[in-house]
């Protein structure tokens, strides 16, 4: 019986033979150890983006400065601020007297969205495999009396947080940022989304703005993984297994000893 016990995360394993598998039964067992490592070491989940520097932004008009162009939404187009699951393209001091000269200049995406959905999506190209990216936006709450926004960032429809609940007053803003990386055989292209999760029938009004993903830039992009087991040539000898990305990749090495 082969068993696995340990904390994923740091990468420690403690793994103990009660009998000899043979050669196959251990070549199996050193490849599920290092892509288990190799696995947790690629865990992004729910990581603020803290990039020293960021690549150009592959987002198409993520400022709206170009108005209703280059995204979908689950809500209809609209032409005021009273009407329900609708969004508009416009501007602070256009939408309330209040927030002209606060908060962002310029237009941004108002959306009324009364039911879980895609309050804002799109397409973008040119991901590389590997490459760490941060997935930014700037929201704000338009001042509802009713339901607080709850929002989500995806990437192909896979979270990148938890839902969190707007809590800015009226024409402030505040900048979320996530991390995601792409995969090691990732395609060229992913959806972003940002998604209304309320439950809620009334509230729940927001904008949207300075939508970003951009390349993390601290370091090079990760080829794929590379995987190697040594099997023992005599009894009693340690099987050692590796698994790293790129040839000058730090290396997960778990070994264990055939008794």
Request: glycine share 12%.
């Given at each position: 019986?082969?068993?696995?016990?340990?904390?994923?995360?740091?990468?420690?394993?403690?793994?103990?033979?009660?009998?000899?598998?043979?050669?196959?039964?251990?070549?199996?067992?050193?490849?599920?150890?290092?892509?288990?490592?190799?696995?947790?070491?690629?865990?992004?989940?729910?990581?603020?983006?803290?990039?020293?520097?960021?690549?150009?932004?592959?987002?198409?008009?993520?400022?709206?400065?170009?108005?209703?162009?280059?995204?979908?939404?689950?809500?209809?187009?609209?032409?005021?601020?009273?009407?329900?699951?609708?969004?508009?393209?416009?501007?602070?001091?256009?939408?309330?007297?209040?927030?002209?000269?606060?908060?962002?200049?310029?237009?941004?995406?108002?959306?009324?969205?009364?039911?879980?959905?895609?309050?804002?999506?799109?397409?973008?190209?040119?991901?590389?495999?590997?490459?760490?990216?941060?997935?930014?936006?700037?929201?704000?709450?338009?001042?509802?009396?009713?339901?607080?926004?709850?929002?989500?960032?995806?990437?192909?429809?896979?979270?990148?947080?938890?839902?969190?609940?707007l809590q800015t007053g009226q024409g402030e803003w505040v900048s979320w940022s996530w991390a995601w990386r792409a995969p090691a055989r990732s395609r060229s292209s992913v959806t972003l989304s940002i998604v209304a999760v309320s439950v809620e029938s009334r509230g729940h009004d927001f904008g949207i703005d300075n939508v970003r993903f951009t390349p993390c830039c601290d370091g090079r992009a990760a080829p794929d993984p590379r995987?190697?087991?040594?099997?023992?040539?005599?009894?009693?000898?340690?099987?050692?297994?590796?698994?790293?990305?790129?040839?000058?990749?730090?290396?997960?090495?778990?070994?264990?000893?055939?008794?």
């Amino acid at each position: 019986m082969l068993r696995i016990a340990g904390d994923s995360l740091s990468g420690g394993f403690m793994v103990g033979l009660r009998r000899t598998l043979g050669a196959q039964g251990l070549l199996v067992a050193a490849l599920i150890v290092a892509l288990g490592a190799l696995g947790a070491a690629d865990s992004l989940a729910a990581e603020r983006c803290r990039c020293t520097s960021a690549g150009g932004n592959l987002v198409e008009n993520g400022d709206f400065e170009a108005g209703d162009r280059g995204f979908t939404s689950d809500a209809r187009p609209g032409r005021s601020g009273a009407e329900s699951d609708h969004y508009w393209v416009t501007d602070s001091a256009n939408f309330h007297s209040a927030w002209s000269g606060r908060g962002n200049p310029g237009k941004f995406l108002l959306v009324d969205s009364p039911s879980p959905r895609v309050a804002w999506r799109q397409t973008v190209r040119n991901i590389v495999p590997g490459q760490r990216y941060c997935f930014s936006v700037d929201v704000t709450d338009v001042g509802s009396r009713y339901a607080r926004p709850v929002l989500q960032l995806q990437v192909d429809g896979s979270a990148l947080h938890s839902p969190e609940t707007l809590q800015t007053g009226q024409g402030e803003w505040v900048s979320w940022s996530w991390a995601w990386r792409a995969p090691a055989r990732s395609r060229s292209s992913v959806t972003l989304s940002i998604v209304a999760v309320s439950v809620e029938s009334r509230g729940h009004d927001f904008g949207i703005d300075n939508v970003r993903f951009t390349p993390c830039c601290d370091g090079r992009a990760a080829p794929d993984p590379r995987f190697e087991v040594r099997l023992p040539r005599c009894p009693g000898g340690e099987v050692i297994a590796q698994a790293a990305r790129g040839e000058q990749g730090r290396a997960s090495e778990h070994r264990w000893r055939v008794t």
